[in-house]
């Protein structure tokens, strides 16, 4: 079954403690995308990849790492969370530039820090 | 960079009735228009998107339209049904190759049975 996947779905964490948020699409996407849902607010970029090695900033970088070492996984990195990261965090992919734009997201993950 | 906004913010509907909810974009040059459909709880699905090269786009009981001279896009739904109660987010792309999608900050739609 084609699908992006994440792991985990709900985190609780405290300040500072790192932590790393795991997303693997297996439809051989090359664009992934995270994005962060808050209420009123919408959907908005973090981080996006356009292929293996191809990373750049979205619109809400700040606190965030990712990396795209495999085609299939693109990890979101947080390596000091604060409050304001509690947020509803989705991954997406889609096929690749030109072709499709259709974002295919992953379940989501609810992540409070405290 | 491209900025979408949509409105209204809540919109209830009788069930039977139809529900339009409207987008407006700032990049003259965004050349596609997606509309997702997220539902309590789940992840957002595209239900429908248009190309600047077309100008109405329609799938069964959805409907796109594309205004671009405005700029601004809608999203009609025709003969509501209480599985159309969701969260619509409304998106533009703009040209620059990289796949981006830029949201608007979405529509509650409620469907009163």
């Known amino acids: 079954e084609a699908q992006v996947t994440q792991n985990p779905r709900y985190l609780i964490t405290v300040t500072g403690k790192k932590l790393t948020v795991t997303c693997s699409q297996n439809?051989?996407?090359?664009?992934m995308s995270w994005y962060r849902q808050d209420p009123g607010l919408g959907l908005r970029q973090i981080y996006y990849?356009?292929?293996?090695?191809?990373?750049d900033k979205g619109d809400v970088p700040e606190g965030y790492k990712v990396s795209r070492k495999e085609k299939r996984n693109f990890p979101l990195i947080l390596e000091s969370p604060s409050p304001n990261q509690t947020s509803l965090y989705f991954c997406?992919?889609?096929?690749?530039?030109?072709?499709?734009?259709?974002?295919?997201f992953g379940p989501g993950t609810r992540l409070t820090v405290t | 960079g491209e900025n979408v906004e949509q409105h209204p913010s809540t919109l209830s509907v009788q069930e039977g009735d139809s529900a339009v909810i409207k987008c407006t974009y700032s990049?003259?040059?965004?050349?596609?228009f997606p509309w997702y459909k997220q539902e309590l709880g789940k992840r957002p699905q595209l239900i429908i998107d248009?190309?600047?090269?077309?100008g109405e786009k329609k799938d069964q009981r959805i409907a796109v339209t594309l205004n671009k001279t405005a700029k601004h896009f809608s999203l009609h739904i025709t003969e509501t049904q209480p599985e159309d109660s969701a969260v619509y987010f409304c998106a533009a792309s703009p040209p620059d190759g990289n796949n981006r999608l830029a949201f608007g900050k979405g529509n509650q739609v409620v469907v009163i049975p």
């Open positions: 439809m051989n996407h090359e664009y």
């Open positions: 248009i190309r600047s090269n077309v």
């Open positions: 990049d003259s040059a965004s050349n596609y």
């Open positions: 997406a992919s889609s096929l690749r530039q030109g072709v499709s734009y259709e974002q295919y």
């Open positions: 990849s356009m292929n293996v090695e191809v990373t």
